[in-house]
């Protein structure tokens, strides 16, 4: 598997993840700020995922 | 309430500051399309980071999204959020823009999508469905204008004075250097949006006590607004049908795509992505927050999108910081509003009127009247309140989004036909028009989104599997080959 394919993997799986976790494992529990922390950090990982895309761009 | 007189005051300051910014950009217009339409392709990272930001992210924030989080709660934060995700296709997408843009001369993403596959009809095509449907989107700015200055002065400010500030400032800033000017101003607009909405966020989180308080107490009135579906809004399908054509955006959006072809390098690229970045995740955090707070400060309004002007009017943030928070939502708008307007002006010059190379000034000279009229149909209908209008500005996601698979296969599928192209975008349109206006399909309806993404796709790969591509058309995969390789692009 190339870089480009990992990291295509990595980011269609974190982008499912945005929907599936808080509407699947998170959704329906005790009343608590679970889905709003998840949401903050899936958005950290977007902003992780596409600076690893776009570090190795050269001039 | 505040006073009509120190909004206006405000305002003045504004107009000021913001005219001052686009009379120093103009110093550095030449007088060519290039120039007028791309800043000269010099824009620096944070510039157009900022000015991408400002693009993107307009009166809907601190409006809409504030509005939907009152209404539904914190669903509104994941849909925004995989909007957001929308960015990772900038990694494959904006360095191949961006030189296609050099290597061509392109000005516009129509003029792009055109040259690859041979056929000046899909630049034309593709020009009047971004008329069609970012018109009415413009509109909406007006719109979201209105409502606020009318909300937080109890109506002392009535819709036309505030359409017509909006309209004013908007062509002022296109008209005098382009984008340059719009840059510019968008940058500078870009920090007052989030500094205004930072110091806003602070003084209401402190007003209800603290974050732990605010925490109880949201938990205390409205558990329900804290899980999803919450209590109804935000149901798996309608997230769905809400965040599949926003995540495209940064594709199927020309006024944000065109942005590409303007930036001074790859490093501006990969710099100007961070600016918009670091910018989409705080804004986006601070207007679902701002919705949480007016639930717990203003609770029980009927029209959820009066949520900012409600709290606003609260008494939890100081004159000053709310006068600053209005001119950072007027900025949104203004900033959404020129920038697509300049696109369209380019659009129409370039792709519908034909106007080429050697004739810069024509160019100029019909992309500044385009400008004009498209900020004048936005006032006019925001006033008007048009249901067809509303129902297209609803639309708009959906509609450009049968840009895309052309889009996609411009740069990864030798396969794709000027023929599969044409069929994809007259196919995928019909339907988005026919499906929301025609038979009534509700945009929070996945099925609308689903079906003509489904149907512009098997257009675009049916029709081009069974025609022959142009002899003219070009061969971006291996043109830009080469170019990718010397900047480590996968």
């Not at chain 2, 449907?133 to 002065?153: D, N």
């Not at chain 2, 500078?188 to 308080?213: C, E, K, N, T």
């Not at chain 2, 558990?223 to 399908?237: A, E, F, N, R, T």
């Amino acid at each position: 598997m190339t870089g480009f394919q990992r990291w295509l993997l990595v980011v269609g799986i974190l982008i499912l993840s945005g929907i599936a976790i808080p509407y699947g494992a998170l959704s329906g529990g005790t009343v608590s700020v679970e889905v709003f922390v998840f949401w903050c950090v899936f958005g950290a990982a977007v902003v992780v995922a596409i600076a690893a895309g776009v570090t190795r761009w050269r001039g | 309430m505040i006073s009509p007189t120190l909004i206006w005051v405000s305002v003045l300051l504004f107009t000021l500051l913001g005219g001052a910014i686009a009379l120093k950009a103009a110093r550095g217009n030449t007088g060519t399309a290039d120039d007028y339409y791309l800043g000269g392709r010099n824009i620096g990272g944070m510039v157009a980071g900022l000015s991408y930001a400002a693009t993107t992210y307009s009166a809907f924030m601190l409006v809409v999204l504030t509005g939907l989080t009152y209404r539904g709660g914190v669903g509104a934060l994941g849909f925004e959020l995989i909007y957001f995700s929308g960015l990772t296709l900038l990694v494959l997408f904006g360095p191949r823009f961006w030189l296609a843009a050099r290597k061509w001369g392109f000005i516009t993403p129509a003029e792009m999508l055109g040259a690859r596959y041979g056929d000046r009809t899909i630049a034309r095509l593709v020009a009047v469905l971004s008329l069609v449907f970012l018109m009415p989107y413009c509109t909406t700015q007006m719109a979201g204008i209105g409502l606020l200055l009318s909300g937080v002065t109890g109506g002392d400010i009535g819709l036309p004075a505030a359409i017509l500030t909006g309209a004013v400032l908007a062509i002022l800033w296109t008209l005098i250097a382009g984008l340059r000017s719009v840059a510019w101003t968008d940058a500078v607009q870009a920090s007052l949006m989030l500094i205004s909405a930072l110091l806003a966020v602070g003084f209401v989180v402190a007003a209800i006590g603290g974050v732990d308080s605010f925490v109880a107490k949201v938990k205390a009135s409205n558990p329900q607004w804290l899980d999803v579906p919450g209590p109804g809004l935000w149901s798996l399908p309608t997230f769905l049908a809400l965040a599949l054509p926003w995540f495209f955006f940064p594709l199927s959006n020309p006024q944000v795509s065109q942005r590409l072809f303007a930036v001074r390098d790859v490093s501006a690229l990969r710099r100007m992505i961070f600016w918009v970045l670091g910018f989409g995740l705080v804004f986006t955090l601070i207007a679902v927050i701002w919705g949480f707070a007016a639930l717990v400060l203003t609770p029980g309004l009927e029209n959820s999108a009066l949520a900012t002007p409600a709290l606003l009017g609260s008494g939890a943030v100081p004159v000053g910081v709310s006068l600053l928070l209005i001119i950072g939502v007027l900025s949104a708008a203004v900033s959404t509003l020129d920038s697509i307007a300049l696109t369209l002006g380019s659009m129409v010059a370039r792709d519908l009127l034909n106007r080429g190379a050697g004739r810069d000034a024509t160019q100029v000279f019909i992309g500044r009247v385009i400008v004009v009229l498209v900020v004048v149909f936005a006032a006019w209908f925001a006033l008007q309140k048009a249901q067809i209008v509303d129902q297209l500005a609803a639309l708009s996601a959906a509609g450009l989004v049968v840009t895309v698979p052309a889009t996609i296969g411009a740069f990864f599928w030798r396969g794709g036909t000027a023929w599969g192209v044409l069929a994809s975008l007259v196919g995928g349109s019909a339907v988005a028009v026919y499906m929301a206006i025609f038979a009534g399909v509700s945009v929070f309806n996945p099925l609308l989104a689903t079906t003509v993404i489904g149907v512009t796709v098997a257009l675009f790969v049916g029709v081009s599997l069974i025609t022959p591509a142009r002899e003219e058309a070009l061969d971006f995969q291996t043109a830009l080959r080469p170019e990718l390789d010397r900047h480590r692009v996968w």
